[in-house]
């Protein structure tokens, strides 16, 4: 009588939460050192440049006000409460934060590798790591498949994919902005500045995949960060806002030494020249004009997203009284029955 296959599968039973645990430990480990690493990136410990000063001194039309920056507390808070739910005994083997844990562990990487690669001016590879950075969003929202109107799978509690969606929908939504602002940042170091036109273009691309989310699952998430990040870059167009103004280029300029900054071209694709003038010229100099054209494109597109997600809601909630009909009628007695 053979009694190793027996013994050994209540082994296996012990020993495969186990591993599920460690995999979730692991995304936590990853969490904490991306929160580690923005901490020392934002201070500018063990880095050459802040994002801020970088981004003042590459003011392109896709870039944002700065208070738009805020969102990523309220971006690391939602997924640090995703990470401690799938770290959670209860929750080792469930399916659903099976699926997201390698693509959510690559997020997060991809962010930690993304702030140095750019804080050291690796333009071109802070490009395609930020494009890996989204797909990996992308493609955890995807998995999570959530119609807001709609219940999640038999096997998944609704709060669970809710929670998912709510976290990684926040963060796609904006790293699919700041993918493109990245692209025009690279554009102006090699030299060509990114038009208005060109700008609209991109916010129209940013408009209708926000819409496409919001009609067609009613994402009201994603149609929200795409607004809010809309509203700043028209922000950033007002006729009171420092964007393209020397007094915060030449500060940003003087942190630390930025390749823009020493080029003898004309702005903004090169300060050298702008920044050696007179301490009151620089006060009070903008040397960009603003777009009417971007802050009327954001406008829109903030106008068409909510439009494409009343018209979401509007499906979403036929959609659920057509099932709950279906589903009446199949349970009542007085059924046709062919």
């Not at 995703?82 to 659903?96: I, S, W």
């Not at 960060?225 to 007094?247: H, I, K, M, P, R």
């Not at 300029?253 to 010229?281: M, N, T, Y």
Request: net charge negative; proline share 4%.
């Amino acid at each position: 009588y053979n009694t190793s296959a027996s013994s050994s599968a209540p082994v296996l039973i012990r020993v495969l939460p186990v591993m599920m645990n460690v995999e979730a430990l692991g995304l936590s480990a990853i969490y904490v050192g991306t929160m580690i690493v923005n901490a020392l990136v934002s201070t500018g410990t063990g880095v050459p440049l802040t994002n801020p000063a970088l981004s003042f001194t590459h003011p392109t039309f896709l870039t944002p006000e700065p208070f738009a920056f805020a969102i990523w507390g309220a971006i690391y808070l939602l997924i640090g409460v995703y990470v401690v739910a799938q770290a959670l005994p209860q929750n080792a083997d469930d399916e659903l934060y099976q699926r997201l844990r390698p693509w959510a562990a690559l997020a997060l990487v991809t962010n930690s590798v993304w702030l140095y690669l750019f804080a050291f001016q690796l333009f071109w590879l802070a490009l395609v790591d930020i494009a890996l950075y989204l797909y990996s969003l992308w493609r955890l929202v995807a998995l999570v498949d959530l119609d807001l109107l709609a219940k999640a799978e038999e096997s998944t509690p609704w709060w669970k994919a809710f929670g998912a969606h709510l976290a990684f929908a926040m963060n796609g939504a904006w790293v699919t902005v700041a993918t493109l602002l990245q692209l025009q940042i690279n554009l102006m170091e090699e030299g060509y500045y990114p038009s208005a036109d060109l700008t609209v273009g991109l916010i129209g691309v940013l408009s209708l995949i926000a819409s496409t989310r919001a009609y067609a699952r009613a994402d009201w998430v994603w149609a929200a960060t795409s607004a809010w990040a809309l509203s700043a870059v028209g922000a950033s167009q007002s006729a009171d806002s420092e964007w393209g103004c020397l007094s915060k280029v030449c500060d940003a300029c003087a942190q630390g030494s930025q390749r823009i900054c020493e080029r003898e071209v004309p702005a903004p694709l090169g300060w050298a020249h702008a920044c050696s003038d007179k301490p009151e010229v620089i006060a009070a100099s903008c040397v960009l004009d603003k777009s009417y054209a971007v802050a009327a494109a954001t406008a829109t597109a903030i106008t068409v997203v909510g439009l494409a997600l009343v018209a979401g809601i509007a499906r979403g909630l036929l959609a659920r009284r057509a099932a709950a009909k279906a589903a009446a009628s199949s349970d009542s007695p007085f059924r046709r029955i062919d």
